[in-house]
């Protein structure tokens, strides 16, 4: 069982900027591919970005690339995200998963197979 725990979350103003990470609970997280989601009030939880096992491989949703950076410390056993340049449509509750497969590199919720419980980002106009 990986138990993942997501912070770094709160309010900032549009144009401003958040670093969340995930910390996982598990030695082997390096084996690990790595995801970020977030889910807005009344959508879908959507993809945000990943990262495969080991050195990472990323990959970033087209309304993020350019503003946000995923990034691994094996280390640490932890995951980051960096957002820059937030804007208001990128308020959401952000989620952390972890994908057993470390070739994976997937936009889709149900490759994952443990989930963090959630930061909420909020960003004011």
């Known amino acids: 069982q990986v138990q993942l725990v997501e912070s770094g979350g709160g309010l900032v103003q549009a144009g401003g900027s958040l670093r969340l990470s995930c910390a996982a609970s598990?030695?082997?997280?390096?084996?690990?591919?790595m995801g970020w989601f977030r889910q807005a009030p009344g959508k879908e939880r959507e993809f945000v970005a990943a990262?495969?096992?080991?050195?990472?491989?990323?990959l970033y949703a087209d309304s993020v690339k350019a503003r946000f950076t995923i990034a691994r410390d094996n280390d640490k056993n932890t995951v980051f995200l960096q957002m820059n340049s937030l804007k208001p449509e990128d308020t959401a509750v952000y989620y952390c998963?972890?994908?057993?497969?470390?070739?994976?590199?997937?936009?889709?919720?149900?490759?994952?197979?443990?989930w963090g419980q959630g930061t909420q980002v909020t960003v004011s106009s």
């Open positions: 998963a972890a994908d057993l497969n470390y070739y994976s590199i997937s936009s889709l919720a149900g490759e994952y197979d443990y």
């Open positions: 990262i495969t096992g080991g050195r990472g491989r990323t």
């Open positions: 598990e030695r082997t997280f390096s084996n690990y591919a």
